[in-house]
């Protein structure tokens, strides 16, 4: 189930292009809405860490390893990380506090 981040203060419902930007200030944002200070949840920053480093690295490794040209390891993390940005959004959840 993908959603898009809601404020934990007023219960804004972030647009994809809110919460696009809100993911790329880092550990807090602002709601686009009340303003107020909101935390990104622990569950998001793992889920990050994951999909945005740790399982790509680990995939362009194994097709290295395979013996898959690069070129085609370059392509698949061109197309991931597309997809990934895409994605970003849906997977931030926000706290009220730290
Ligand atoms: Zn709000």
Not at 29 to 43: D, G, Q, R
């Amino acid at each position: 189930m993908l959603r898009l981040p809601v404020c934990p203060k007023c219960g804004h419902s972030c647009s994809w292009k809110e919460a696009f930007k809100m993911t790329f200030i880092g550990s807090h944002a602002f709601c686009p809405s009340c303003k107020s200070e909101i935390y990104t949840t622990w569950a998001t920053i793992i889920v990050n860490a994951i999909l945005g480093s740790a399982l790509p690295l680990l995939i362009m490794f194994g097709m290295s390893g395979a013996g898959q040209p690069l070129g085609r390891i370059i392509w698949f993390a061109g197309v991931y990380f597309t997809v990934y940005l895409l994605l970003t959004p849906y997977l931030s959840t926000y706290k009220p506090d730290k």
